[in-house]
C-alpha cells in the first residue's frame, strides 16, 4: 500500500512531536463494487450521488474552502457508494435519516462519499454507522447548512480490528444556521478522522462531541478545526476517550478565530482516561486568533482512572475490572445520549464493554 499525507495541523509545531499529521496507507489495488444499499427503505430525500447536481458540488467545494479535507480527491475518483441527501426548506424531518454501511468478505471495501444539504430553515438528523469486518473504508461527507438550518451529524463506527478506517466531514454554516455533530469512534485497526467546520455566517453554532477507545494495538488519530469567521458565533467540542494496553492516539483540537469572528465563543474540552502504563496519549489543543473580540477557552485533562471511585466501586462488591467498566461507561454516556436511534446506542455501548472485558 502506499502512503499519503492526512490530517495536517493548521499551524505545524516540531516536527519531532509527532502530530503534525498522519500518513495513511491507500490500497493499490482496484476497489471494487460495494452492492449493499444502506437504506432499510426508500427515501425522497436521499438520492444516489451520481444525481448530485455538479453546479451543487462546484458551490460546496467552493464555499468549503479551506474546509475540505485533503484527501477528497481520493474519495471522489475511487468512490464505490455515496448518496445526496437534501432537506427541503423549513421542512422538519422528525425521524432520523439513517445510512447503515456493512462490510464483510463480499464487500470488504468501502469508499463513499455524502453530500448534505440543509435548505432554509430545515431541521434534520442524519445518522450514518460503519460496522462489520472488512479490510478498508474511506469516507468523506460534505454539508450545507443554508441560513436558519439545523442539522445534527451522527457517526459511528464498529469496525473490527482488521479494518483500516479514515473519515473525513467538511461543513459550511450560514448565518443562524446550527450545525451538531455526534461521533462515537471505538472500532478499527487504524483510524483516522477528520472534521473541518467553517462557521462562515453571523451567529453560526457548532457543538461537536465525540468519543474514542483504544485497546491491544490500536492507533487513533483525530482532526477536530472549528473555524470561527461570523460575528457572534458559538463553537464547543467536547471529546471523551479511554485508552488502554498498548494503544496510541492524536488528538489535534483547533479553535481558529479569524478576523471579522467580534463577539464569538469558542470552548474545546478532552478528558482521556489511561488503563495502561504502556498507552501513548498525544493531546493538541490549539487557539488561533486573528480578532480581538473574542472568548476563547480550551482544556485537557488526562490521567488515570479515578482511585477513590475505583475503591468505592469495589467496595460495593465489583472486582476491578468491573468498576473499570462502570467508570468508562459514565465517560461516555453523555456522548452516547446524543445518538437518537436506541438500538444502535445500546451496540456501541455492547461493543465497547466487550472490548473492555478482555482487558
Request: hydrophobic share 40%; glycine share 6%.
Amino acid at each position: 500500500m502506499k502512503q499519503e499525507i492526512y490530517s495536517p495541523i493548521p499551524e505545524r509545531t516540531w516536527r519531532w512531536l509527532g502530530v503534525n499529521d498522519t500518513r495513511y496507507s491507500l490500497p493499490t489495488a482496484e476497489v471494487g463494487s460495494y452492492n449493499k444499499s444502506p437504506l432499510a427503505a426508500p427515501d425522497a430525500r436521499v438520492r444516489a450521488i451520481e444525481e448530485l447536481p455538479e453546479k451543487f458540488r462546484e458551490f460546496v467545494q467552493k464555499a468549503e474552502n479551506a474546509a475540505v479535507p485533503p484527501a477528497a480527491a481520493f474519495v471522489e475518483e475511487k468512490k464505490n457508494s455515496g448518496s445526496f441527501i437534501e432537506i427541503a426548506a423549513n421542512d422538519t424531518v422528525e425521524t432520523p435519516i439513517y445510512l447503515d454501511y456493512i462490510l464483510d468478505e463480499a464487500s470488504p471495501v468501502l469508499v463513499d462519499e455524502q453530500f448534505i444539504y440543509a435548505r432554509r430553515g430545515s431541521k434534520a438528523t442524519v445518522v450514518i454507522s460503519y460496522r462489520g469486518d472488512g479490510a478498508f473504508h474511506r469516507g468523506l461527507t460534505r454539508i450545507y447548512a443554508e441560513p436558519e438550518a439545523e442539522i445534527h451529524l451522527v457517526k459511528v463506527q464498529l469496525l473490527s480490528t482488521q479494518t483500516n478506517h479514515a473519515d473525513s466531514v467538511g461543513v459550511y454554516v450560514d448565518k443562524d444556521a446550527c450545525f451538531r455533530f455526534t461521533a462515537a469512534e471505538p472500532g478499527a485497526a487504524e483510524s483516522a478522522t477528520t472534521l473541518m467546520v467553517q462557521l462562515a455566517g453571523d451567529n453560526g453554532e457548532a457543538d461537536c462531541e465525540s468519543l474514542y477507545f483504544g485497546d491491544e494495538t490500536r492507533s487513533i488519530d483525530m482532526n477536530y478545526i472549528l473555524r470561527q469567521q461570523g460575528k457572534n458565533t458559538t463553537a464547543s467540542m467536547e471529546v471523551h476517550g479511554a485508552l488502554l494496553d498498548e494503544s496510541q492516539k492524536i488528538f489535534r483540537g483547533t479553535l481558529d478565530f479569524q478576523r471579522g469572528a467580534k463577539g464569538s465563543v469558542g470552548r474545546e474540552n478532552e478528558e482521556v482516561v489511561l488503563l495502561s502504563p504502556k498507552v501513548r496519549n498525544r493531546s493538541v489543543p490549539l487557539m488561533l486568533s486573528g480578532e480581538d473580540d473574542v472568548d476563547g477557552h480550551h482544556a485537557v485533562s488526562i490521567g488515570k482512572m479515578d482511585e477513590n471511585k475505583l475503591f468505592y466501586l469495589m467496595s460495593r462488591g465489583l472486582d476491578l475490572p468491573e468498576a473499570q467498566r462502570l467508570v468508562v461507561e459514565a465517560a461516555f454516556n453523555p456522548v452516547l445520549e446524543r445518538v437518537p436511534l436506541e438500538s444502535l446506542r445500546a451496540e456501541i455501548n455492547a461493543y465497547i464493554q466487550r472490548r473492555l472485558c478482555h482487558a
